[in-house]
């Protein structure tokens, strides 16, 4: 069953302006780790934002922020004020528990393309 | 600081060939992951190592992969009589075992199987 569900494959959004990345998970478990990840086309995975299942405020990392609803499992990134540099691969990302320790698993991915 | 390096970056290799890669991670980090990540696609978690004790391996790992990290610091990866669908980026990363654990990502090891 996938755990980490991202709908949309891609998206443009114009330079300066503000854009959702959505995303879905599933787990059982009450303690889970949610994560976004930005790969540009250099390959390198960069770690962006962090929410905790039992952090009562969203997630803030300068332009970046995780809506984060836990009744419905869904934990939105939200880019503010778009730039050039922001068009890359973005993925979600959560970290469970299973015996022996935390494992993290990745959705498909939203590929962002920022216009000019 | 260093971060996360892994060798080579590119591997060319025959069908049928046996494939090693080397990652080292951060070097107070004693969580090392590795990945496999195709076009378009999100990586694949493959095994997770704890310092040196491998805790978790995919089951959809083939038998053809094992990896190894002696003395809990590098870690190999090997893939033996390699096929075309093992063409793919092999990404490493590693964490400290505390507080979000979040990654930090090797640039990877691009194969291609011929």
């Known amino acids: 069953a996938q755990k980490i569900t991202q709908t949309q494959p891609g998206m443009f959004v114009q330079e300066k302006e503000a854009v959702t990345l959505d995303c879905t998970y599933d787990?059982?478990?009450?303690?889970?780790?949610l994560f976004w990840y930005k790969q540009p086309s250099s390959g390198e995975m960069i770690f962006l934002i962090y929410?905790?299942?039992?952090?009562?405020q969203n997630a803030t990392e300068g332009r970046y922020s995780l809506n984060f609803q836990k009744a419905r499992k869904s934990a939105n990134l939200v880019i503010s004020a778009s730039q050039l540099g922001d068009s890359a691969m973005y993925f979600c990302a959560m970290r469970e528990p299973y015996t022996g320790g935390f494992k993290t698993i990745f959705g498909a991915g939203t590929r962002l393309f920022v216009k000019a | 600081d260093t971060g996360v390096s892994q060798d080579p970056r590119h591997k060319i290799t025959k069908r049928g060939q046996n494939v090693t890669f080397r990652c080292d991670p951060i070097s107070e980090h004693n969580r090392l992951y590795w990945y496999r990540q195709t076009l378009g696609q999100g990586p694949e978690f493959l095994t997770y190592f704890q310092n040196e004790a491998q805790l978790e391996k995919s089951r959809l790992l083939s038998d053809r992969f094992s990896a190894e990290r002696p003395k809990g610091s590098f870690s190999t990866l090997e893939i033996q009589r390699t096929e075309q669908g093992d063409s793919a980026m092999y990404l490493c990363a590693s964490s400290s075992g505390q507080g979000d654990e979040k990654l930090f990502f090797g640039s990877g090891t691009q194969l291609s199987v011929l």
């Open positions: 929410q905790g299942s039992y952090d009562q």
């Open positions: 787990t059982s478990d009450p303690s889970y780790g």
